[in-house]
């Protein structure tokens, strides 16, 4: 090859790496600039609770929010959503399986934290005692700060970390 055709590939070249570098730039600039839109779905029978609807207009005040029991005798009643500040004093009652992950399926379905696996937890009833359980998930769950395997008893008081997602049994 003459050295002119190796030039002309060069700058062929070098000009493909800049568009790359640009649409790269661009598709982490526009991931940035735009606000996600935060859902949560934390209520038995798969129905929806997000924060307040955006500029929703009301005739009438809301009806206060019916919240689960607190546990009685050093038993977990109730969890309680401590973090994201979104999903913030949101709570659901410890009744039988409660599954949460990214999953609509999922008792509690948390579908804008890219941490959070398809079916990232369950937490369930054994022999009167409230358990926990990772099923698996790539980032793991935190129980009191430290990552669990296999399944953990849960007292009140107790926190569970889960992406972003900071829960409090009570």
């Known amino acids: ?5 190796l030039n002309i590939l060069k700058f062929a070249l ?3 790496l800049y568009v790359f570098f640009a649409r790269v730039l661009w598709a982490v600039w ?10 949560a779905q ?6 929806r609770a997000s924060g307040p609807p955006a500029q929703a207009p009301r005739a009438q005040p809301a ?35 409660i599954t ?17 696996s398809q079916l990232h937890l369950r937490m369930y009833d054994f022999e009167g005692q409230p358990m926990l359980e990772d ?9 009191n ?6 399944a953990k008893l849960l007292h009140p008081g107790d926190r569970i970390q889960v992406g972003t997602t900071v829960i409090e049994a009570q």
């Open 1 to 5: 090859m003459t050295d002119q055709v």
């Open 14 to 16: 070098l000009g493909l």
């Open 30 to 39: 526009s991931e940035v600039r735009t606000p996600k839109q935060r859902t």
């Open 42 to 47: 934390a209520t038995p029978g798969n129905q």
């Open 63 to 97: 009806p206060a929010p019916q919240r689960a029991p607190k546990g009685r005798s050093g038993r977990v009643g109730r969890l309680v959503i401590l973090e994201p500040r979104a999903r913030r004093g949101t709570t659901i009652a410890m009744q039988g399986e």
């Open 100 to 116: 949460l992950g990214r999953d609509p399926s999922c008792t509690i379905t948390i579908d804008d934290d890219t941490f959070i």
């Open 135 to 143: 099923l698996g998930s790539t980032n793991g769950t935190f129980h």
């Open 145 to 150: 700060g430290s990552k669990i395997v296999g």
